[in-house]
């Protein structure tokens, strides 16, 4: 342990540094505990948040952690499991000619039966099989699973029926989840499909802690 202007610097094995505040320190330990703060102390802390080049945030308080994961949990967006920049969607373009220029044409709304290319950290990479020409798709992480259950989709005969709901910069996005076949009736592609106390099937597209739950259908809507 050592210290600094911000706070104490706390490391830990293979040489993993973080810094605890001075504010935590004052909000969770008694003035006898916090004469205790030298170097070479042991200090039990928690990871707030790490950053990659700057460490870790640390905190004495394990019901600030809980806070933090929940808060996290309820920002997310589809759209953070898909490629990021135009670069990433260009390189896929280029890697994937072919396969992008036969999926130009309308897949959305429609199931194909897909198999993995390439899986990437927050998306897969898949490509239709039975098919005269072979079309692209990306797989969403979230969607990668069967109600709760992991998909074997990094073995090499694994294929599985996906549908498309929507299209992002000319290449569709695929659901495995094999409830929207079955309630495919329940797809609304355009607004005037929109009936009052009609069911609709719509994607969770993002889950805020103060918005609530956005909800994407077909084509976008």
């Known amino acids: 342990m050592a210290q600094n202007e911000h706070g104490f610097i706390v490391r830990s094995f293979n040489d993993t540094k973080g810094l605890l505040n001075f504010t935590d320190v004052a909000e969770n ?11 070479g102390a042991c200090v039990k802390t928690y990871v707030l948040w790490s950053k990659r080049n700057s460490g870790l945030a640390l905190t004495l308080d394990k019901k600030k952690v809980k806070m933090t994961d929940a808060s996290t949990d309820l920002e997310k967006s589809l759209s953070t499991y898909l490629p990021q920049t135009e670069e990433e969607f260009a390189q896929i373009t280029e890697t994937y000619s072919q396969l ?3 999926s130009a044409s309308a897949c959305v709304g429609k199931t194909f039966t897909w198999k993995v290319a390439e899986i990437r950290s927050n998306y897969s990479i898949l490509k239709t099989v039975l098919e005269k020409k072979a079309k692209i798709a990306i797989l969403p992480k979230p969607m990668m ?4 259950l992991s998909l074997p989709t ?4 694994f294929t599985m029926e996906g549908f498309c709901f929507q ?14 076949s079955k ?8 607004q005037s ?8 099937l719509g994607f969770i597209e993002s889950i805020s802690a103060t918005l609530g739950l956005q909800v994407t259908f077909l084509n976008g809507l």
């Not at 499909?193 to 609709?200: E, G, Q, V």
């Open 193 to 200: 499909d929109f009936i009052p106390n009609k069911a609709s």
């Open 100 to 102: 992008v220029k036969n």
């Open 29 to 39: 330990m008694s003035k006898k505990e916090k004469g205790e703060l030298k170097p």
């Open 183 to 190: 309630l495919q009736n329940l797809v609304t592609s355009q």
């Open 167 to 180: 299209e992002v910069n000319k290449i569709p996005v695929v659901t495995f989840n094999p409830m929207v």
């Open 145 to 148: 699973s069967m109600f709760g």
């Open 154 to 157: 990094d073995m090499d005969d």
